[in-house]
């Protein structure tokens, strides 16, 4: 018999429940259909027994995935053909594909690690050493807004730069350029996806952002009212 336990994959408000000895897959297909999403692999996702562990695994050609723990303090970059093991009580899946992004949380029953909450410090903002600036930091919540909104894991659409900026009262232009300094800040940092070709950089960069936000706990959702407060008239540069 396996000490190893059960893991149970939560989307959506449903839970599948992964006995030791088998395996399990999510994408378009699949144990878990998660979308009938074009830009979403047949296959993208597995969660299988190994080595006396629980392992999630990569198994698309082109899309990534944010996994962390449920505090946001460890995150990892699950690229095509790599796998992590699932080592928390709770690990959150964060992924985009195309102008979607979902989320899924695996729950473990004998996790092999417990994370510690962070200590929470007044002061700016920050993501890793990168300080961010209040517009800066309204732009990554106009942005993460839909997800932030749902009830649980599930999906939502990424808003497209127009309507982001409509949300904050600004012009396209001006959300862009924040949108440009958030990106290359994160860029320096190592974060993956804050770069890419002409024809898909600009809703890539919008889903990697989103992505890493919401997974690292930048944002939550108790700071959207932030968006609702009146703003300054100054228009930082950062």
């Known amino acids: 018999m396996s000490g190893i336990g059960t893991v149970t994959v939560e989307f959506a408000g449903e839970y599948f429940t992964i006995e030791p000895g088998s395996r399990f897959t999510a994408g378009r297909e699949g144990d878990l259909a998660i979308d009938d999403n074009l830009f979403l692999h047949r296959s993208f996702l597995e969660i299988a027994e190994s080595g006396g562990l629980w392992w999630l695994s990569n198994i698309g050609s082109r899309l990534t995935a944010s996994v962390t723990d449920r505090t946001g303090g460890v995150q990892a970059w699950l690229s095509p053909g790599a796998r992590l093991p699932l080592v928390f009580d709770a690990t959150t899946v964060v992924f985009s594909a195309g102008p979607t992004t979902y989320e899924l949380v695996v729950h473990s029953t004998q ?113 959207l009212a932030e968006l609702d407060r009146p703003q300054g008239t100054e228009d930082e540069d950062a």
């Open 111 to 223: 996790p092999a690690f417990r994370p510690t909450q962070r200590e929470s410090t007044d002061g700016d903002s920050t993501i890793g050493d990168v300080p961010l600036t209040a517009s800066q930091r309204l732009l990554i919540l106009a942005l993460a807004e839909p997800q932030l909104l749902r009830d649980g894991t599930g999906m939502s659409e990424i808003p497209t730069s127009a309507k982001a900026a409509a949300r904050l009262g600004w012009t396209v232009t001006r959300f862009n350029r924040k949108l440009d300094n958030v990106c290359d800040k994160l860029d320096r940092i190592g974060v993956p996806g804050m770069r890419g070709g002409q024809r898909s950089f600009a809703t890539n960069r919008r889903a990697r952002l989103v992505e890493y936000t919401i997974a690292s706990r930048l944002v939550t959702r108790e700071d």
